[in-house]
């Protein structure tokens, strides 16, 4: 059947979560999700304090209620993120301190061969108005710029998540047809971090430069993004934060 999935890769989009940060209007949430289940996403992320499941979330999620039903519902990107090991963040806009930017195909193909290690990877979109802020985004391991036109590039929150889970099934559908012809090719990448343990590492180093006076007060913000950016940018494997994390605590002893 064409466009059908095998269930390997289904099984990979298991491992792939969609999380939304603030989203202003429930109905919003609701066309999020019926975009995911077109494209065989299920898992939903919400960061909000406001109802998730709402009369219009209901309206707006067609048959794909059972998506909306399902969320979880967190108060922090860094709590819906926190066993996340590879992030990527929707952004329409260059920032100053960015990660590596991609298209989508390229963009989402990095996150599927993390999902292929069943590792867990984040989607993440911003607000409708604003987008996500830089420290957001810097917690995002690269930014996806959906190309559109420049005079009138406005695309809707459900609009984004579509374009992003269409791609993500192509880059499946595409692969499987690779494998069929010329045999299985491995995606892999080494097993990376967890938010959560990044998060445990750039807590530890900030401390530990207040602690040496490399930190001023009043740069304090400016040097620890700079610090995640420089990181960002050097994609380790878990193994080798450990080995950094052991030589700056070593370090710190002494």
Same mark, same amino acid.
């Given at each position: 059947?064409?466009?059908?999935?095998?269930?390997?890769?289904?099984?990979?989009?298991?491992?792939?979560?969609?999380?939304?940060?603030?989203?202003?209007?429930?109905?919003?949430?609701?066309?999020?999700?019926?975009?995911?289940?077109?494209?065989?996403?299920?898992?939903?992320?919400?960061?909000?304090?406001?109802?998730?499941?709402?009369? &219009?979330?209901? #309206? $707006? !999620?067609? *048959?794909?209620?059972? @998506?909306?039903? /399902?969320?979880?519902?967190?108060?922090?990107?860094? +709590?819906?993120?926190?066993?996340?090991?590879?992030?990527?963040?929707?952004?329409?806009?260059?920032?100053?301190?960015?990660?590596?930017?991609?298209?989508?195909?390229?963009?989402?193909?990095?996150?599927?061969?993390?999902?292929?290690?069943?590792?867990?990877?984040?989607?993440?979109?911003?607000?409708?108005?604003?987008?996500?802020?830089?420290?957001?985004?810097?917690?995002?391991?690269?930014?996806?710029?959906?190309?559109?036109?420049?005079?009138?590039?406005?695309?809707?929150?459900?609009?984004?998540?579509?374009?992003?889970?269409?791609?993500?099934?192509?880059?499946?559908?595409?692969? &499987?047809?690779? #494998? $069929? !012809?010329? *045999?299985?090719?491995? @995606?892999?990448? /080494?097993?990376?971090?967890?938010?959560?343990?990044? +998060?445990?590492?750039?807590?530890?180093?900030?401390?530990?430069?207040?602690?040496?006076?490399?930190?001023?007060?009043?740069?304090?913000?400016?040097?620890?993004?700079?610090?995640?950016?420089?990181?960002?940018?050097?994609?380790?494997?878990?193994?080798?934060?450990?080995?950094?994390?052991?030589?700056?605590?070593?370090?710190?002893?002494?």
């Amino acid at each position: 059947m064409p466009g059908s999935l095998s269930p390997e890769s289904l099984k990979m989009l298991d491992f792939v979560r969609v999380v939304l940060v603030e989203p202003t209007h429930p109905g919003n949430i609701g066309s999020a999700a019926r975009a995911m289940k077109t494209m065989g996403l299920s898992c939903l992320t919400v960061v909000t304090d406001r109802p998730v499941i709402t009369p &219009e979330s209901e #309206a $707006l !999620s067609g *048959g794909a209620f059972d @998506v909306v039903k /399902s969320i979880t519902r967190v108060s922090s990107l860094d +709590e819906a993120l926190r066993d996340v090991s590879f992030a990527a963040g929707a952004s329409a806009r260059r920032r100053s301190l960015e990660r590596p930017l991609y298209q989508p195909r390229e963009g989402l193909a990095r996150a599927l061969s993390h999902a292929a290690n069943g590792e867990s990877v984040a989607l993440v979109f911003g607000r409708e108005s604003s987008g996500l802020t830089n420290a957001e985004l810097a917690r995002c391991d690269i930014h996806i710029n959906i190309d559109a036109n420049p005079v009138y590039s406005s695309l809707n929150l459900a609009m984004s998540v579509q374009v992003l889970a269409y791609e993500l099934r192509q880059i499946l559908l595409r692969q &499987e047809k690779s #494998a $069929l !012809s010329s *045999g299985p090719v491995p @995606v892999k990448e /080494s097993l990376k971090p967890a938010h959560e343990q990044w +998060e445990s590492f750039y807590s530890f180093l900030e401390n530990a430069l207040k602690t040496s006076g490399f930190i001023k007060p009043q740069v304090n913000g400016t040097i620890m993004e700079q610090l995640r950016h420089i990181f960002g940018k050097a994609d380790l494997s878990d193994h080798e934060l450990q080995i950094i994390y052991g030589v700056m605590a070593s370090l710190k002893k002494h």
